[in-house]
């Protein structure tokens, strides 16, 4: 059972529940679900504005501290996040990459121009065997996603041979005078991004066609075969899935889908990301909830091709999306990051959770200085943002054991005649054994109160933390670069019961302690 069954709800509908009434959370600890993959919480480095060059990348020679050219207290600050996975090259980006441009001495390799992105040079200095040398620093896995939009079967399957091939092959060889004598584990790889965009502007049929035809040529080892992930659609449209599903789920091992959340929902105009109304905030809540119904309408036509469930839901982009920020480089996507994007961040986690048996995977665009960032740098200053905190807070939910949760009596936040609900939950049980539970409270100006039960199991106390602040604005900035972070939180049971208080604009992670 999820935690909410609507995204949207008129007002008039709660309008008959008692003002006092009080949220109940009901958590049935021992009906456990399906496990919450740790790839939800994968991230996404992509060749745009300063996300991987100054953000991540700062090359040998700099004075900036770095482990063979990668920023230490970048790699630093996202290994404290347990990163699982990280996709890159792109994005756009992915489908005008020639991955034979990446390698070899860096001071030989061609410059570009990054079309899709600002249209700044790109020097290639960051290619196969960095990225691979970054994901093995943070732990992580890889996903590559490889260009379909401007290359070729045989330059696709030669990458995969480069990365993954064994023993004597000339690709192998040539991996081995470049740095790296033994195969690179290649946990994922994706034929084209956004084929209905940027991708090619294609339709599904044809996208699927050239997908059959070319992981047909993509070859690896047994021990080292990545799962394949087809390009899928975006929004209300079901078709990619639908006919990807039917057509190409032979060879698939997941379908992608990108969401966006824009506060006015609207490409030319989508709202401040700072000093923004509370208008903007009840609509960023509002559309960021949609990806349950997304997800549901997509999941209904898996459940119908492939009832199996052999086929993953990708949601590998995701996060919000404002106007740039003021005298940047607008290809370069650079936004300032608030409370609101925690709340957004940890709103879609619970719906990702909720649909565990499906939602294998998900990248937040994106993990650096682009979009919703999960760290900002300034060349060689450094700060971590609200999501950021929501990401460290939600660690304990990676490979948990999803549990079913139910709201009762839930309050509900609205503007003009329209609503969400006003508290969002998940529930699981961690590796470590214990019972972790996140609350979201929508609302920007009202705590609630929220009873929390767990049949055949005593609560005596919880013990987590919490993220909120006085302005929904709240963001960190490198004059003051803690002005908003999580604050330790804990509460004990009274006369039998377990009332947590949720302040307003808030996220809590906690453990329930017996």
């Not at 993959?37 to 700062?58: C, R, S």
């Not at 590559?144 to 060889?173: C, D, F, H, I, R």
């Not at 009873?451 to 005593?458: E, I, L, N, S």
Request: with cysteine; glycine share 10%.
């Amino acid at each position: 059972m999820h935690a909410f069954k609507s995204t949207v709800l008129a007002l008039g509908i709660l309008a008959a529940l008692p003002s006092f009434a009080q949220v109940s959370l009901t958590i049935d600890a021992a009906k456990p679900g399906p496990v919450i993959n740790k790839n939800v919480y994968g991230q996404f480095a992509e060749h745009l504005g300063t996300g991987i060059y100054e953000g991540l990348w700062v090359g040998t020679d700099s004075k900036i501290p770095n482990t063979r050219g990668w920023r230490k207290d970048v790699v630093g600050a996202l290994k404290a996040l347990h990163v699982p996975l990280v996709r890159w090259p792109g994005g756009c980006f992915a489908d005008e990459y020639h991955w034979r441009d990446g390698i070899g001495p860096r001071n030989k390799r061609p410059v570009k121009v990054n079309t899709n992105w600002g249209g700044v040079p790109e020097n290639n200095a960051v290619g196969t065997h960095e990225f691979f040398d970054l994901v093995e620093m943070l732990g992580a896995d890889a996903y590559v996603n490889g260009n379909l939009g401007t290359g070729t079967p045989q330059e696709m399957a030669e990458w995969v041979e480069y990365m993954t091939s064994e023993g004597k092959s000339s690709l192998a060889e040539l991996r081995a005078k470049n740095g790296h004598p033994a195969p690179f584990k290649v946990a994922y790889f994706a034929v084209g991004n956004e084929a209905w965009g940027c991708g090619g502007n294609m339709k599904p049929e044809y996208y699927t066609s050239l997908y059959n035809h070319y992981t047909t040529f993509v070859k690896a080892p047994p021990n080292n075969r990545p799962k394949l992930i087809a390009s899928g659609g975006t929004g209300d449209d079901t078709a990619w899935t639908d006919v990807l599903s039917r057509d190409a789920g032979r060879v698939t091992d997941g379908i992608s889908f990108h969401y966006y959340t824009l506060p006015t929902g609207k490409w030319d105009k989508k709202g401040a990301a700072i000093g923004f109304p509370e208008s903007e905030w009840f609509s960023t809540m509002a559309g960021t909830l949609r990806m349950d119904d997304f997800i549901r309408k997509n999941v209904a036509v898996l459940d119908k091709n492939d009832p199996k469930k052999k086929i993953g839901f990708y949601v590998d982009e995701w996060g919000t999306w404002y106007d740039v920020e003021p005298g940047t480089n607008p290809g370069f996507l650079f936004q300032r990051n608030t409370l609101r994007d925690a709340v957004v961040a940890a709103l879609n986690f619970n719906i990702f959770h909720a649909h565990a048996d499906r939602v294998r995977m998900t990248n937040i665009a994106q993990m650096v200085n682009v979009l919703q960032a999960m760290i900002i740098t300034d060349k060689d200053k450094m700060l971590l943002t609200p999501t950021y905190y929501a990401f460290q807070m939600y660690v304990p939910f990676q490979d948990a054991t999803s549990l079913p949760v139910t709201l009762a009596n839930n309050t509900t936040y609205g503007m003009n005649g329209q609503g969400v609900p006003g508290i969002s939950a998940s529930a699981a049980r961690g590796k470590d054994g214990k019972l972790y539970v996140a609350l979201v409270n929508t609302n920007p100006a009202q705590a609630t109160d929220v009873t929390m039960d767990v049949p055949g199991q005593a609560v005596a106390s919880v013990r987590g933390q919490v993220l909120t602040a006085e302005a929904m604005d709240a963001h960190n900035t490198f004059d003051k670069p803690q002005a908003i972070k999580p604050a330790p939180f804990s509460a004990s049971a009274a006369g039998g019961k377990m009332t947590v208080k949720v302040p307003a604009k808030a996220v809590m992670v906690f453990a329930v302690e017996g």
